[in-house]
């Protein structure tokens, strides 16, 4: 983070210690998450077995709910592209997505309403808030800038860890908020774990796919093509590994197969098969990089089978067989993409700054397809069809959480692309299909190296000099 303070010595000496309103935000944080962490709710009127009680969130309890989905679900991403940017916007938003953040604790720990018994939510909050107080502390401790002895060893372990906690926060982010959800409606114990643990990994997994497909069609080109490898070389990798997990742990070896592990399992073998084919057919005879179509061949047959799965409930039979569809949508648009609109090339333009409208169709169905699972656990079902909620309406929605989340990572996205990589000057070459350009063999060769300079560089970069930071200090909104 840049700072017009150059270092402690510029500081006039009666200011030199006095305390930062950052570190008194990153002070409050852990002092306060400490003190309410030994707070413990009332529990009297949950009734027996029950993990809840009957009575209904109230407002406060709703305020908690919007404040952290506004500071950990948006502000905070929002800042970590900032951050990227080495941005003069970060530090104020951070600053405030935090005292937000604080702000929704207080609340979580101060509500009527409803009643929850001992639960991961409430457990897992005191280790978030501690690791927004460590990003915090940090954030202060680079942005003093500090020249005394001894400090450049700290700042080098400093920068890259702040870093690494930064981009780590809306992963961690988004496991709490679904533990929230999970424990608002006293869901996933005892004998539903196995099978709600199931449905929202495999969900989230659905979701991490289609951002990190999104991720590198807008701005991981040139990251791609350092490496030296094709984008299924990584999926293929990532499907044989998951299959073999799947295959030793969805059925407990040794015991009888009771409902659908034999499903389950078979499904965990031909994702390790195919992912090992995958990873064969991903290199030319000369080691360079090639495309195939194995990756969306196994979304394709997984969807098949999950739209297969034998259920108790109508609602839950419609809510999977509609999953199964969208994901063998998923892959079916996938092999359509590479085979026919790409031609097996990596993307329409060599700098990747081109994309055809058809690429976001399969990314956007793996975000919907993991919405889809995650809600269609064995509560949700029951409690939608004692409410007399169809299963189209409950589509729908699950569907608009989808364009949502999907609109605000290409938002995310074009922050960093606009700011981080210079824009093309106009540029005349040759056109393919549509009047794309195919193989990139007209794009300006400085545009290019500027986009590979660029490209989530900042991902992985330390901390640059002073006139490197000076100069990136006004970078914002573009």
């Keep these: 983070m840049s700072s017009p303070l150059r270092g402690a010595v510029a500081r006039p000496p009666s200011l030199r210690h006095a305390p930062n309103s950052s570190t008194l935000i990153a002070l409050t944080i852990l002092c306060a998450a400490s003190r309410t962490a030994a707070h413990e709710h009332h529990t009297e009127e949950i009734p027996e077995g029950m993990a809840v009680s009957a009575e209904p969130l109230d407002t406060i309890l709703w305020i908690h709910i919007g404040i952290q989905i506004l500071s950990f679900g ?204 995958g990873l064969w057919l991903s290199r030319k005879r000369d080691g360079g990089p090639k495309r195939n179509v194995i990756p969306g061949f196994v979304l394709l047959l997984t969807g098949y089978a999950m739209s297969s799965h034998p259920q108790s409930l109508h609602i839950s039979t419609m809510v999977h067989t509609v999953f199964g569809y969208t994901l063998m949508a998923a892959g079916l648009t996938r092999m359509i993409e590479i085979a026919f609109i790409l031609r097996d090339a990596a993307n329409f333009s060599e700098d990747g700054t081109d994309q055809s409208s058809f690429q976001y169709v399969p990314m956007f169905l793996l975000y919907a397809s993991g919405f889809l699972f995650m809600g269609a656990t064995e509560e ?3 409690l939608l069809a004692s409410a007399g909620v169809s299963h189209v309406s409950y589509i729908l929605i699950l569907y608009s959480f989808a364009f949502l989340l999907f609109l605000f990572v290409c938002m995310l996205l074009h922050l960093y692309a606009v700011n981080a990589m210079p824009a093309a000057p ?53």
Excluded at 242 to 258: A, D, I, M, R
Aim: charged content about 15%; aromatic content about 10%.
């Design 74 to 277: 948006v502000i905070f991403p929002t800042g970590m592209v900032l951050g990227i940017l080495r941005s003069r916007f970060h530090v104020p938003l951070q600053v405030f997505g935090a005292c937000l953040a604080l702000l929704g604790y207080f609340l979580g720990h101060a509500h009527g309403g409803r009643q929850f018994a001992p639960n991961i939510h409430a457990s897992v909050s005191f280790g978030v808030m501690l690791l927004l107080a460590v990003q915090v502390g940090l954030g202060v401790y680079l942005k003093l800038h500090l020249v005394r002895a001894g400090q450049a060893a700290v700042r080098k372990w400093a920068v890259p860890l702040h870093g690494i906690l930064g981009k780590a926060l809306p992963i961690v982010s988004w496991v709490q908020m679904l533990f929230g959800g999970i424990t608002a409606l006293g869901f996933c114990r005892e004998d539903h774990f196995g099978q709600c643990l199931a449905h929202f990994i495999m969900g989230s997994a659905f979701i991490a796919y289609g951002i990190l497909l999104t991720i590198l069609l807008l701005v991981g080109q040139a990251w791609l093509r350092r490496t030296g490898r094709s984008q299924e070389f990584f999926d293929s990798a990532v499907i044989a590994a998951w299959g073999c997990v799947n295959t030793f742990t969805e059925h407990k070896w040794g015991g009888p197969w009771v409902k659908n592990d034999l499903q389950h399992t078979s499904m965990g073998i031909v994702w390790w098969c195919a992912g090992l084919a």
């Design 380 to 382: 949700q079902m029951a």
């Design 426 to 478: 106009n540029r005349t070459s040759s056109s393919g299909t549509n009047g794309h350009v195919i193989g990139g063999a007209g794009v300006d060769a400085r545009h290019v190296r500027d986009a590979e300079e660029f490209e989530l560089e900042g991902l992985m970069s330390g901390d640059e000099d002073e006139e490197s930071t000076k100069k990136e200090r006004g970078v914002g909104f573009k």
